[in-house]
DNA sequence: GGCTGTCTTTGCGCTGGCGCAAGTTCGGGC
DNA sequence: GCCCGAACTTGCGCCAGCGCAAAGACAGCC
């Protein structure tokens, strides 16, 4: 409960409210590898991961895959299920064991329309994604590849950095496939940058790992400014 | 009022409820080149489009531009007012002239918790915003650029589609320049592009302005089938 | 009608980054 | 400890699309 009680959608609900909430939620486990939602099923859940990491990713009619973002306590995934039996747009998959809260579609339509702050905190939770979706359009569309994959890494160290000693370790499992499907470039590419930083010192990278060594470095490489 | 009812935002309001939203509202006109809001200055209000065309477009630190999204009479923009007082991150400007109601973020949050269905309606439209920009996020991820102009192009005519005897006439003043920022290429590959299908008769095109003769041929050059 | 500025076209050279193939390293299961 | 498959690296060839320059076409204004 207060857990739940921390989170942006629920901000500002009181005791019994939050009960209430609670009350018609679900408890949704799943395994590393396990997926929450498949892309193209009708929508019928929505959920708030609780702990863990989710990455949704989308698979175009080519088959090719794509990394949309991954999901961190505390948000939310599977929207679209409030607005009718729409298929999911995305596969939703845990990638380290993950816990999460999971209402139906009507239940949560009704919660809004009894606890009006919930609809308000939603509405500001989708701008904030709508304005991350558009900051990323924007690098996609002028920006070269170099720049977008330190930009990929800066969001990824925002949303799910820990501070360790040598510096800020992306505590993901993410591989250098993952990268190149979140910045629209291959792995090899990915990999030969990845490999540049580290010989400059900015990076350490294992298998599935990154540390960012030198974060305001990289920073300067999502800027464009002149080597520091 | 008529007109309100039918918004998406304000669907399944009662009488009274919309005329409490109108009260609220005050109504801003643009004229075709003048500046809603603009990129940077701190959100204080937000918009529904009654009429006329607005585009959304961002800057980025090197002064490059890119156009997000238009906006057609029904939708929203401007939702980041709601959220307190963080600046815009697009600027929205009238392509004609325009009509617009706009609410403060307060009044709007007001609005919002005494009628909570319309915080439930704005999460649906703002879930819709969120799909179109992963779908295109998607596209600029992984497609060429010339099924990215096809579906820019298609996009546009879904929204702002206008049938002529033709075909489908694009009823926005819309250049290659526009096009390109889109799309992220640049005018003259768009230029080149557009020639080309003009060539195939699949388009006719003048100065700002596209008309989509064989809309299915763009659909089979969008999903990128063999020559149909 | 002529002028001006904006929009568009077209040619040409160049390169970032893709695609593939082959090889290497690593971690986990038995 | 060994094996297997997944993840990663590296070299090489190639081309889609960018960048620029210069010229052409059109709309609106005086």
Not at 82 to 104: D, F, H, K, N
Not at 119 to 138: H, I, K, Y
Request: hydrophobic share 45%.
């Amino acid at each position: 409960m207060a857990a739940v009680s921390r989170m942006g959608i629920f901000l500002g609900l009181d005791a019994s409210a939050l009960a209430e909430v609670l009350a018609a939620a679900t408890l949704a486990t799943a395994q590393a590898g396990e997926a929450y939602v498949c892309q193209g099923d009708p929508a019928h859940r929505f959920y708030l991961l609780v702990s863990g990491r989710v990455r949704l990713s989308q698979v175009t009619p080519e088959g090719q895959q794509v990394v949309m973002r991954f999901i961190a306590p505390g948000e939310e995934f599977g929207i679209v299920a409030i607005l009718g039996r729409l298929p999911y747009p995305v596969t939703a998959e845990a990638v380290e064991p993950a816990v999460a809260l999971a209402w139906s579609g009507e239940a949560f339509n009704r919660l809004i329309l009894r606890h009006p702050q919930i609809g308000l905190n939603g509405m500001a939770m989708l701008a904030e994604r709508v304005r991350e979706f558009q900051d990323r359009l924007r690098e996609a569309g002028t920006q070269r590849v170099e720049r977008r994959v330190a930009n990929g890494l800066l969001r990824l160290a925002r949303q799910a950095g820990r501070s360790v000693a040598e510096g800020v370790l992306i505590d993901l499992p993410l591989s250098r496939q993952d990268l190149a499907e979140m910045t629209g470039t291959t792995l090899f590419t990915v990999s030969r940058t990845l490999a540049g930083w580290e010989e400059r010192g900015i990076i350490s990278s294992a298998r599935k790992r990154v540390t960012l060594l030198q974060p305001h470095a990289l920073v300067a490489v999502a800027e464009d400014l002149p080597e520091g």
